[in-house]
Structure formats: structure tokens, C-alpha cells
């Protein structure tokens, strides 16, 4: 995985709305958060534009995205806020200057098709955390937003919690994917399907029937997307609803069920999601799982921070020195031919 370049102040960070529309009055106090601690923000030309439910139409949104994508300068790409829309631009992005220049994008809920498709398809860290819209109007929004920012700037985070207790017990490491439930259900099958192979996968939802979740992790499961599993982190349920007639499970409940048969760690709990305290989770960046009886912990593991043209040049050298070899062994035996 490719690890964008870590911010310091004086940095440009753009602020984007990719999906609902926002307003002033709820992005401005995320703006001079930023700013007061060092950093330029440049906001989409579009960015308070409104069409129905969206932040302007899907070509505005579009090409907000794009132009930060573009611009070499911005160092990372903060998504106002979520709700709905991210996946109707996806397939009209062109990601060239992105690769080019790397950058982090932040965000979750649904933020979560960026990040599916980033990293599935180009294989560059993205960062799930708060957005804008949940920075209070009264001035800095606490630890979450504080979190993230520390992040952004090179810190590895490390969590250590009580786990939930539905939690089973195990060791894992792998590389972090996944975010909200809902979005990653819909993306089955596309080209921004999530990748779950050794993975440790983050899941959580908001608002959502509880026969919702069920049909979601089902539909995960008859995927292969679960069996394959390094682990499973499962964060904020928030705000469930269920019928007249009760499903009779939780979410955690249900997640619980549809993975009883495998033998890796699930940790119930995790501070992430549609709730208060939304930590930052690093997609694409390798953890270690530990989950006993009586503790959870998830801890991320130093990035590599050699560029892309760095690693190539890495798996460069070793074919370079294998070809070489080859190379030897024909002309020996030329020369031994030659002498019979």
C-alpha cells in the first residue's frame, strides 16, 4: 500500500462535498479549526451548491473532487459530509493525477465508496474519520477531529478498549478495510467492490432495519467476503430500528451469528462510526488484533513511506539481479559448448 505524504502546517487541505449538500454556517467552524492550526484550506467552487438533496448536481460534485485531485498542492481532500451521492460520480473521476500525486482522502459513511474503490483499485491509504459537518458550530470539536489531524500528520494510533461482550477472543494482523455497512452492500459487484482477502474488516451503520443488517452480512457471507477474513472490527450500530413483529437479534447479534462458524477475532465496540467519539481508522494500513476476555486492542503498524516509483524500483532490483544470473548461466554454457 502507498502511504500519501503526511501533512505539516502551511499545507493546503481541500473541503469537498461529494454526496448531501451543506451550508455555510455548518462548514465554516471546520474551516477556521483548521486554519488555526496552521493549515490553508481551499474549498470546492461548488461547495454550498444544492440540487434536491445533493451538493449540486452530479457534474458540480464531480468536478470539485476532481479538480483536488488534480491540484498537486492539496495535500489532503476532507469530505464535508456524507449521506448520499459519492457513487454517482465514482465512474466519471479520472484518478491520473491522484496516482500522480497521492493525497489523503477523509471521511466515512458515505465516503466509504472512495475508499472501497481507492483502495481496491489503486492500492493508496485513505483515512475513515469525522468530516465538517460534525465539527460544532460553538468552535473545536474534541478528540475526534484532534485525532484525525494527528493522523494526517504521521501518527500511528493504538486503541485499547473493553471489548464488547459478544467479542471473540483471537490474534490477527492484517491490513484495515471496510467502512460503513450499508455502502459496502451496495457496492457488490461493481468496480468498487471491497477486497476482503486476510483483511481486518471494519464495519458499522446507522439507522437501518435490523432484517437490513442480517440481509446485508448475508449477503457478505454468500459473497466469500467473510470467510477469508483476517478479523472483524465491528464499530457503532447506531439508532437500529426494528418491525412491529421484532427480529428478535441486535445488529451485534447478528453480525455475531453470521460469523459464529469462523475461527478469527471479532471485537464489538470499536470507537468508529455514526457515533460521538468517532476515531480515525487508517484503510490500507496494516494492524495487529488482540482480543481476550477482558481487552481489545487494535494497533497500527508503521506505514512505508517510500514513494510508488520507490517500490518499484525495490521490485526492480531483485529481477534485475535474478535476469543477471540467468544471464551467467547461458553464457557458461556457451562457453562450455564452444570448448567441446
Known amino acids: 500500500m502507498i502511504t500519501p505524504a503526511f501533512l505539516k502546517p502551511g499545507d493546503k487541505i481541500g473541503i469537498v462535498a461529494t454526496a448531501r449538500k451543506v451550508s455555510t454556517s455548518e462548514i465554516e467552524p471546520a474551516v477556521r479549526w483548521f486554519e488555526s492550526r496552521g493549515f490553508v484550506v481551499i474549498t470546492g467552487r461548488n461547495l454550498y451548491a444544492a440540487d434536491r438533496q445533493f451538493a449540486g448536481a452530479d457534474a458540480l460534485r464531480r468536478a470539485d473532487l476532481q479538480e483536488m485531485f488534480d491540484n498537486p498542492d492539496i495535500r489532503a ?34 465516503i466509504t ?28 470539536s474534541g478528540e475526534p ?31 484495515v478495510a471496510g467502512g460503513n455497512l450499508s455502502i459496502l452492500y451496495s457496492l457488490s459487484g461493481t468496480p468498487s467492490d471491497i477486497d476482503t482477502r486476510d483483511k481486518i474488516l471494519f464495519i458499522e451503520d446507522l439507522d437501518e432495519y435490523l432484517y437490513h443488517i442480517d440481509r446485508m452480512m448475508m449477503n457478505l457471507k454468500r459473497n466469500g467476503k467473510l470467510d477469508g477474513l483476517a478479523g ?6 447506531t439508532e437500529m430500528r426494528d418491525n412491529t413483529i421484532p427480529f428478535g437479534k441486535s445488529a451485534e447479534e447478528i453480525i455475531l451469528e453470521t460469523v459464529a462458524e469462523y475461527k478469527y477475532p471479532v471485537l464489538f465496540g470499536f470507537p468508529a ?42 521490485l526492480f532490483k531483485p529481477a534485475v539481479f535474478i535476469l543477471g544470473f540467468f544471464a551467467l548461466l547461458y553464457l557458461l554454457y556457451a562457453l562450455l559448448l564452444g570448448n567441446l
Open 145 to 175: 477531529a484532534e485525532a484525525m489531524l494527528r493522523c494526517l500528520c504521521g501518527e500511528n494510533p493504538a486503541y485499547r478498549m473493553e471489548p464488547g461482550a459478544l467479542s471473540v477472543p483471537g490474534h490477527a494482523r492484517g491490513i
Open 113 to 140: 465508496v472512495l475508499h472501497s474503490h481507492i483502495q481496491r483499485n489503486y492500492g493508496i491509504e485513505t483515512l475513515h474519520a469525522t468530516m465538517p459537518l460534525n465539527f460544532p458550530a460553538e468552535g473545536p
Open 77 to 110: 481532500v476532507v469530505c464535508a459530509r456524507g449521506g448520499y451521492g459519492t457513487v454517482r460520480i465514482i465512474d466519471n473521476l479520472d484518478f491520473s493525477g491522484f496516482l500522480r500525486h497521492p493525497k489523503w482522502i477523509v471521511g466515512y459513511s458515505d
Open 232 to 237: 472483524l472490527v465491528v464499530g457503532g450500530m
Open 273 to 314: 462510526g455514526h457515533i460521538k467519539d468517532n476515531m480515525p481508522l487508517i484503510l490500507g494500513r496494516e494492524v495487529l488484533l488482540d482480543v481476550s476476555d477482558g481487552s481489545g486492542s487494535l494497533a497500527f503498524q508503521p506505514p512505508d513511506q517510500r514513494s510508488a516509483s520507490g517500490k518499484l524500483k525495490s
